[in-house]
């Protein structure tokens, strides 16, 4: 069966500290990656989403970027953070040939301070 | 991508079967209908994906009128347990192959003894 895993479940940064946050996929090859993060209270928005090794999309303009250096792998990181880029940040896999439901990570709750 | 609409919270009790009803009156014909089901700090989980009529699973049931300008997620017989927020969303699972999704806030649902 296919797991998904993010790292870490929680951080602190201070603002201006640099961040990686990674997530990779088990039991599945050639999946659609994506990054979403939640504000407190709010719906999930979508920030990144990669259909392939070296191919990735940006939804909103923010301080944050994404890389896919494997097929099954999928990073967020940012050089400097921000206060705003605190939030829920989850990962989410999709199969790319099988119309099918995307299926999410725990996530990692982020505070800068 | 079509946007949705669904009440922002609903009380129920345990035992009671409830309904909640999505309106996305944009739908489009390759659009399916996905629910989600998000616990505090845990990523969004699926629960039910259809195209039109009805679907059910070992968890729920999607009813989904011929129009498709609508859709009710119906959870029979709700635990404490369910107490979540449910996601409704729409989007086309093919096009293009990025399986993008617009969350929006999501139905608060609060199952009391």
């Known amino acids: 069966s296919q797991t998904i895993h993010q790292w870490p479940a929680t951080l602190v940064q201070p603002v201006g500290s640099p961040l990686s946050l990674e997530c990779t996929v088990e039991?599945?090859?050639?999946?659609?990656l994506y990054w979403y993060r939640q504000a407190a209270g709010r719906g999930l928005q979508l920030l990144f989403y990669s259909v392939g090794i070296g191919q990735i999309s940006s939804e909103v303009p923010q301080n944050l970027s994404a890389s896919r250096p494997q097929d099954r792998q999928f990073i967020l990181s940012s050089k400097k953070l921000l206060l705003s880029d605190s939030g829920f940040y989850l990962c989410?896999?999709?199969?790319?040939?099988?119309?099918?439901?995307?299926?999410f990570g725990d996530g990692t709750r982020l505070s800068i301070l | 991508l079509a946007k949705t609409t669904q009440p922002i919270s609903m009380d129920s009790y345990e035992g009671q079967e409830v309904n909640i009803t999505c309106s996305h009156n944009n739908i489009a014909t390759n659009d399916y209908i996905t629910w989600y089901q998000q616990f505090p700090s845990q990523g969004p989980r699926f629960i039910i994906q259809?195209?039109?009529t009805k679907v059910t699973n070992e968890v729920a049931s999607l009813f989904i009128p011929a129009d498709r300008k609508s859709s009710t997620l119906s959870l029979p017989r709700v635990s404490l347990s369910d107490t979540a927020v449910y996601y409704c969303l729409v989007g086309d699972r093919g096009r293009g192959n990025t399986g993008k999704l617009i969350f929006g806030q999501g139905t608060t649902l609060q199952v009391k003894p």
């Open positions: 259809g195209y039109k």
């Open positions: 039991g599945t090859s050639n999946p659609n």
């Open positions: 989410a896999w999709s199969q790319r040939q099988v119309r099918g439901p995307q299926h």
